[in-house]
């Protein structure tokens, strides 16, 4: 057995008042109790440093320059790292990303407890919008402040906890719900799959009825298929409660290449959610049902690559 123990760091709702250090010192919290139940990997959400911004309308975009990164580490999140290296814990942190050329991403890094980053991926599909909708409850302007992710869906295989190597990618929130960016990672052999997400109670798009129960059912239908279909583990971790006062739903999982829920977190606050991974798992559905070298038709797909 290649056994990993891995755990989804949830985060309660980061109000926009509230400064870095303030969601840094509970995540450094959250790894210290992930030292010890015996942790290798800590998943925490997508943008986990600051209130989910894009809810917030700028006019002036680069008035928003002061919910990204323009360094990692930096003063700020240097205690996350120190952290790693103390517990022997990998984490994979989702931030605003700016680069040093001016560009913004959503991205999230899996970093090594020495303090490498091994791996970097930047959000592909970018929900909402790019200009203040009147019609919506509540902004999502991620098109606003964010470009289109450039590094495809990247998985590398790296050495993690007392597993050897394992073969590790990401997504970020809304690319949970599209196949296609979980089949990306599956033909690479993933065999875990980390992401983070804030997602609203409430569909904001004012459109049209959406059941609440609906949306939590969504995110787990979309994991758990995503996870199925690729032979893979997935660790998502959710920012939860009320943030801005407005309801993020929380329900982090983790999955099982069965498409099992293996632990799911009951609050909407900080929590940690923990799973023993067997890495073997992995080669039952690759090697029968999803052998992909022996039965996928790629002559009948052509439509899901056309413009
Ligand atoms: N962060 C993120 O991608 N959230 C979206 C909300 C969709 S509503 C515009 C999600 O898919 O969960």
């Not at 928003?64 to 517990?87: C, G, H, I, Q, V």
């Not at 049209?208 to 969504?218: I, Q």
């Not at 298929?225 to 982090?252: I, P, R």
Request: proline letters at 5%.
């Amino acid at each position: 057995a290649r056994r990993l123990t891995v755990a989804a760091a949830q985060l309660g709702p980061i109000q926009k008042a509230e400064g870095r250090d303030v969601a840094v010192g509970r995540m450094v919290r959250l790894m210290e109790r992930a030292h010890q139940r015996g942790v290798e990997v800590v998943v925490f959400p997508e943008l986990a440093l600051t209130t989910f911004f894009p809810r917030w309308y700028e006019e002036d975009r680069a008035a928003a320059d002061n919910w990204f990164e323009a360094a990692l580490p930096s003063n700020e999140t240097a205690p996350l790292f120190e952290a790693a290296r103390k517990y022997g814990i990998a984490f994979h942190l989702g931030y605003a990303e700016k680069t040093p050329e001016g560009r913004h991403f959503n991205t999230a890094v899996f970093v090594h407890p020495s303090g490498e980053i091994v791996l970097k991926y930047r959000k592909v599909h970018l929900p909402g919008h790019a200009e203040y909708d009147p019609v919506r409850k509540v902004q999502h302007l991620e098109k606003r402040y964010f470009e289109v992710g450039d590094l495809g869906f990247p998985v590398v295989r790296a050495p993690v906890g007392g597993a050897g190597p394992v073969n590790v990618g990401m997504l970020i929130c809304n690319d949970r719900r599209w196949p296609e960016a979980w089949r990306v990672l599956g033909l690479q052999s993933v065999e875990l799959v980390m992401l983070g997400y804030n997602t609203p109670s409430l569909n904001m798009d004012n459109r049209g009825f959406e059941a609440h129960h609906l949306r939590v059912l969504h995110s787990h239908l979309s994991i758990q298929a995503g996870c199925y279909q690729n032979a893979t583990f997935g660790v998502a971790a959710a920012k939860a409660g009320v943030e801005d006062g407005h309801e993020l739903f929380g329900h982090s999982i983790i999955v099982n290449p069965q498409g099992e829920i293996m632990a799911q977190a009951t609050s909407w606050d900080d929590e940690l959610i923990t799973a023993d991974c067997d890495l073997e798992m992995c080669r039952l559905g690759r090697e029968t049902i999803f052998n992909f070298a022996a039965h996928r038709r790629v002559e009948a797909y052509a439509r899901i690559t056309a413009q």
